[in-house]
């Protein structure tokens, strides 16, 4: 069964430094979204991507985040400088067909970042 | 523009039934239904894409009522892996965002 990758699950890391997460969405899905989800609550989303276009970022902290997909296939997500406040689970989705309305989405694993 | 999710947690037993509320401030064009256990991804269980429609995931099933904003999410002879954590979501046309709910913890005991 085809599955949306993302790479490393766990990151710890130093607040100040650098830190960068990797998706991979299901094969076919031009849609990718990253979503952020702090302990006991709902995922919010940063980003949206149609192929290599974002389609809405209006919820990335832009001042330290940023989410490029350059083939429009794989996603990276970087967090420069990695505040205590970022310490959260970082989720990936894609889906088929492009807007949220009518279409499900499917979730990698995710990432737990950690900043210490 | 958050939904509302009542009650937040609820503990049963085996074969036992639940019902979840999702409740908007905001016309729902759409409601997604998603579980989440401890440590895991969502996972997507259904969607209603109208107003009326009704649709059944094994012994789980859903309403949704567009007139008042609202949804259901019905649990029948829940089982130990029914426990986790229930996210009702909404995207309001074109789709650009993404709403989940307050959530709901189901845990189902032996």
């Known amino acids: 069964e085809a599955e949306v990758a993302q790479s490393p699950r766990y990151k710890i890391t130093e607040k100040s430094q650098a830190v960068a997460f990797w998706c991979d969405p299901i094969s076919g899905h031009a849609t990718l979204y990253w979503y952020r989800q702090i302990l006991g609550q709902g995922p919010e989303l940063l980003v949206q991507f149609q192929d290599e276009s974002v389609v809405d970022d209006s919820q990335l902290p832009k001042d330290r985040f940023s989410a490029e997909r350059l083939k429009g296939v794989d996603s990276t997500l970087k967090i420069q400088p990695a505040e205590l406040g970022d310490s959260a689970m970082y989720l990936c989705a894609s889906s088929l067909a492009p807007g949220l309305t009518y279409n499900e989405q499917f979730f990698g694993p995710g990432t737990r970042l950690t900043v210490l | 523009q958050q939904p509302v999710q009542s009650p937040q947690a609820v503990i049963l037993r085996e074969g036992e039934d639940a019902v979840i509320n999702c409740s908007s401030s905001?016309?729902?064009?759409?409601v997604h239904w998603y579980r989440q256990k401890h440590g895991e991804a969502p996972v997507f269980l259904m969607i209603l894409l109208k107003g009326g429609e009704q649709k059944g995931h094994e012994k789980i099933s859903a309403s949704f009522n567009e007139k008042k904003q609202q949804s259901s999410l019905y649990l029948t002879a829940s089982q130990l892996s029914y426990s986790g954590t229930y996210f009702c979501?909404?995207?309001?046309?074109?789709?650009?965002?993404?709403?989940f709910g307050t959530g709901t913890s189901l845990t189902v005991i032996p």
């Open positions: 905001k016309a729902l064009y759409s």
């Open positions: 979501g909404t995207s309001p046309p074109p789709g650009n965002q993404f709403y």
